[in-house]
């Protein structure tokens, strides 16, 4: 059993509506109780889709238990099946559903219905919604494609030139309730195009069950996002000899590897730039003197892997930042992220719990943190800005305006979405140094949250007075104390890294066997570390 | 019983279950915590339905059951006791915790009514263990408050002093108004079930008179009456002839004399009329369909209908019990259709074919209802918001009238010169 007050990802049967809703022409019969439908707002209201989820909940009652569930979920599927005329029929149980072991999937498959059953098994106590997602395409384009005669498992890079046409690929992964999806997809086809590449499938995001009878027909799979279509990339690798890209194409760097890997892949030679002008504005703009003050920036990163992954090689490869902490909530994605924490001599933090997420954001003291919309309220109670860069999905992450993460473009919406909230932190910087000044509005708004400049006054004061408590607790455990002058200079230190300074100089004087600390004690600790 | 045509359904239904109550009854009584024994998708489904993120600790949380659990209930059992110890040594400034059931909990027949008794001994003096269940394969949405208000009621000190004891949970500031009029009536002696924190319980016995501020609260009534409470019949407090007439039930039974009530209540109603006349303009002649949810349902569609004029096209309860109803369904015109239970497509059908002005409905629908051309209001705002009461007529309308109103805004031409 686990105490859980929040999680970031549901169960797995939501992760099969997700597949489900994605798609043209399939439908969902889902063995579950009343309640259970709640579901459907995550994709009318958050992402605020003008159509109901495709899928049809049996709702059983208590008072159904004692009678003949499996009739009751009969008539639900054979009423789906004539009210919606689906394509594709997708059968499976939520949590509760599959402790009574009704087998919804044979009873379907029984039932003589001439359309594609795709029995589903997702086992609600062990897994996720992401696990769940992934598992229902791979079991639709298995279920879809078992009949089909599979192709010379040799594979041919250049068939696509002695068949004098295009090379052309499918993109896997993109999903409704994702990250940007919707937009990414756009880009990459728009990035394809421009390098001559054809799309032959987009999958499951609007795709119908007869898009992926033709999967088998593409000469290379992009996997975009692993999490989703892995599984199903590799099966098409192993049963039609078709390869997959490993690149996801997040920040102009993994842009460029991404390119590259797909012209080796297609026997395509090198990419060249298309035009002399640079495709994303984020190289410049990283150079540019303006972003001096990013240098070294302390950043937390946390989110799906795939995201979490490629913003810890932006940040540190393409922005100049420093990763003071990487990890990721999800479980199928540990291995990867562990390795490229090592890469950044970090260990990688591999939780569920969003409490422990924000004890590892206070202790590496970031001044950014890059995470999900759970990590952006941790951020805003510790004052620190933040950007959300992955799922769990939130209205605000499924912008009006065009907003890839993917591709050039999506790089430089990365760039403005990482460093406005950081320009944002000295802009607090400079709130905090002039508020003083009789000019100043009482209730200017600040970014972070909707804290009045009053409201931050009083922080101010209580981390003050915090301080003050920790000086008199420290001299009776006979820790160094700060001086009236050493805490007055330690004020006029910015408020996003002051408690970070406060903890090193406290370090550094225990460490030299400083009784008080003063002005001197703080630029003694501050060139120890420099050091 | 008037003439309303009482009709039932049955086929999927789109409502939540019990479990949702929880969003408003944790803010209600905040020293309590409810801890949900259930899956992940529990815990998922209050986290969607509440905005838990703004919380830096919600007080609410879920014992999400893992696959070991399901293999021995014994062993579920030791894993309970050790998750809410971890729980209470985290939040000592609990003082009642609830344990709440779930479809899984319920399935697996884990008795949570033995594991609360289990920790109640093991806690004394430090909190109160309850249990109720809030399954949605037993419960629809708001009966997760019945469920939990009956879980108290075996708690509550015996008295059989006179006194009005309101039932239901009320925004607090509704609550205080209610209190100041009846005390304004000459009622001495008024509580309220849930209280606003959960060890002030009010008493109870034969000299209590309870007032149902809510219409979902059918187990906790039968309790209070089990115990000597008298439980007086009106409609429930929403719009201003619902309100004066749930009032007036009271101070009948305190023996109030009517002089006294009339000079009281008669300069508060012409000022909500007066207030409510904006709104009435708006809705007045415009059909309204209302898809089960809330169970408030029916005392709305009365308020919407013999106050604002709106044309009832049809008024869905997720259930109906016509004890607790009956003046309600009295009050509702001639011939409507009240429909129990639901076929959320069939249902929506009719909505198609009826076309009405606007519909209330639930948060999974109202988007795709809007997207066909369809002015919606989500019902899960009802709960939150205050609404009961005299002086809330207005708000109450407002909330039906603001979507009609925003699309005349969004269809107007201002600007002449554009």
Redesign the interface.
């Known amino acids: 059993?686990?105490?859980?007050?929040?999680?970031y990802?549901?169960?797995p049967?939501?992760g099969a509506m997700r597949i489900a809703s994605s798609m043209k022409d399939v439908h969902y019969v889902l063995h579950a109780?009343?309640?259970?439908?709640?579901?459907?707002?995550?994709f009318?209201?958050i992402e605020?889709?003008?159509?109901?989820p495709p899928v049809?909940?049996?709702?059983?009652?208590?008072r159904d238990?004692g009678g003949d569930t499996a009739e009751l979920v009969k008539g639900?599927i054979r009423?789906a099946v004539e009210?919606f005329k689906p394509k594709t029929l997708l059968v499976g149980e939520?949590?509760?559903a599959e402790?009574?072991q009704d087998q919804p999937g044979s009873l379907a498959q029984g039932m003589d219905l001439k359309i594609p059953i795709v029995s589903l098994e997702l086992?609600?106590?062990?897994k996720?919604e992401n696990w769940g997602a992934a598992e229902t395409f791979y079991q639709l384009v298995r279920g879809l494609l078992i009949n089909q005669t599979k192709k010379n498992i040799e594979y041919n890079p250049t068939i696509w030139k002695d068949e004098g046409r295009r090379p052309k690929v499918n993109l896997l992964g993109p999903t409704l309730l994702g990250f940007r999806c919707r937009d990414d997809v756009l880009e990459i086809q728009k990035l394809l195009g421009a390098h001559g590449i054809d799309i032959n499938v987009i999958a499951p995001l609007n795709a119908s069950p007869e898009d992926i009878l033709r999967l088998t027909s593409a000469d290379l799979n992009i996997c975009l996002y692993p999490e989703i279509a892995e599984s199903v990339c590799s099966w098409l690798q192993r049963n039609y000899g078709i390869p997959f890209t490993k690149t996801v194409p997040i920040g102009v760097n993994a842009t460029k590897d991404f390119l590259k890997e797909i012209y080796e892949l297609l026997g395509m030679g090198n990419p060249i730039s298309q035009t002399d002008v640079e495709p994303s504005k984020m190289p410049w703009y990283s150079k540019s003197v303006d972003s001096n003050y990013l240098t070294g920036k302390r950043v937390f990163i946390f989110g799906d892997g795939t995201h979490a992954i490629a913003a810890a090689r932006i940040a540190t490869e393409e922005l100049g930042f420093k990763v003071v902490g990487l990890g990721t909530y999800s479980r199928e994605m540990a291995r990867p992220v562990r390795a490229a924490a090592k890469d950044l001599g970090l260990e990688a933090l591999i939780s569920n719990n969003y409490?422990e997420v924000e004890a590892a954001i206070t202790e590496s003291a970031p001044e950014l943190v890059l995470g999900t919309?759970?990590e952006r309220?941790s951020a805003k109670?510790l004052g620190i800005p933040c950007a959300v860069i992955s799922t769990p999905i939130h209205v605000q992450d499924v912008p009006a305006r065009y907003s890839p993460q993917m591709g050039w473009e999506g790089a430089n919406v990365i760039f403005d979405d990482w460093v406005h909230p950081l320009m944002m932190g000295l802009e607090e910087h400079l709130i905090g140094m002039f508020r003083h000044d009789f000019e100043f509005v009482d209730g200017h708004q600040s970014h972070l949250g909707h804290q009045s400049i009053k409201q931050d006054l009083k922080s101010d004061l209580q981390s003050e007075k915090k301080l003050l408590d920790i000086s008199n607790e420290q001299s009776a455990n006979n820790e160094p104390v700060w001086t009236p002058e050493g805490k007055e200079e330690l004020a006029k230190i910015p408020f996003f890294v002051r408690g970070k300074v406060r903890r090193n100089t406290e370090q550094y004087a225990r460490q030299a066997g400083c009784r008080n600390i003063d002005s001197e004690t703080l630029y003694d600790a501050k060139a120890h570390f420099h050091a | 019983m008037s003439g309303a045509n009482l009709l039932k359904e049955s086929g999927p239904r789109e409502v939540f279950c019990g479990l949702t109550s929880i969003v408003w009854l944790h803010r209600r009584m905040p020293d309590a915590f409810f801890l949900v024994v259930g899956s992940r998708t529990c815990a998922h489904l209050i986290q969607s339905a509440a905005g838990v993120m703004i919380f830096a600790e919600p007080r609410f949380g879920t014992a999400i059951l893992e696959e070991k659990d399901l293999a021995g209930l014994a062993d579920a059992h030791e894993e309970l006791d050790r998750v809410v110890k971890d729980l209470l040594a985290r939040r000592p400034e609990i003082r009642t915790l609830f344990l709440v059931g779930s479809c899984p909990s319920e399935v697996i027949k884990l008795d949570l009514g033995r594991v609360a008794e289990r920790l109640n001994e093991a806690l004394i003096g430090q909190v109160r263990v309850l249990n109720y269940s809030g399954s949605g394969i037993e419960t629809t949405f708001t009966q997760g408050e019945d469920g939990a208000l009956k879980a108290l009621v075996p708690l509550m000190p015996k008295s059989d002093d006179q006194q009005l004891l309101i039932v239901g949970t009320l925004a607090n500031s509704v609550e205080d108004r209610f209190i100041s009029i009846f005390k304004r009536l000459g009622i001495k002696q008024i509580s309220s079930l849930p209280p606003r924190q959960s060890t002030d319980l009010p008493s109870i016995g034969s000299g209590t008179k309870v007032l149902l501020a809510q219409p979902y609260l059918t187990e906790t009534a039968k309790a209070l009456k089990h115990l000597g409470a008298e439980i007086l019949s009106a409609p429930f407090p929403l719009g201003v002839e619902g309100s004066i007439l749930w009032m007036k039930e009271a101070t009948k039974s305190f023996g109030i004399n009517d002089s006294l009530v009339n000079s009281t209540l008669e300069p508060l109603k012409l000022r909500a009329i007066k207030a409510l006349q904006p709104y009435k303009e708006k809705l007045s002649g415009k059909k309204l369909f209302l898809l089960p949810e809330s169970q408030l349902e029916l005392p709305l569609a009365r308020f919407l209908h013999r106050e604002c004029g709106m044309e009832l096209i049809e008024v869905g309860t997720p259930y109906l019990n016509r004890e607790m109803m009956k003046m309600e369904l009295e009050l509702l015109p001639e011939g409507t259709r009240v429909m129990e239970g639901q076929h959320v497509d069939k249902q929506l059908d009719r909505v198609r074919e009826y076309k009405p002005d606007l519909v209330v409905c639930g948060m999974g629908l109202a988007n795709p209802l809007e997207a066909e051309g369809i002015s919606t209001k989500w019902s899960i705002e009802l709960v939150f918001s205050p609404i009961h009461g005299i002086d809330q007529a207005a708000d109450l309308a407002e909330l039906f009238a603001r979507p009609l109103h925003r699309n005349e805004l969004l269809n107007q031409k201002v600007l002449t010169t554009a």
Request: glycine share 6%.
């Open positions: 059993m686990e105490l859980t007050l929040w999680t990802e549901g169960p049967h939501v109780p009343q309640g259970d439908t709640y579901a459907d707002l995550l009318t209201m605020r889709r003008g159509k109901r049809t909940y049996t709702t059983f009652q208590a238990l639900h009423e009210r939520s949590c509760t402790l009574i086992p609600a106590y062990s996720k409490l919309q759970m309220h109670r």
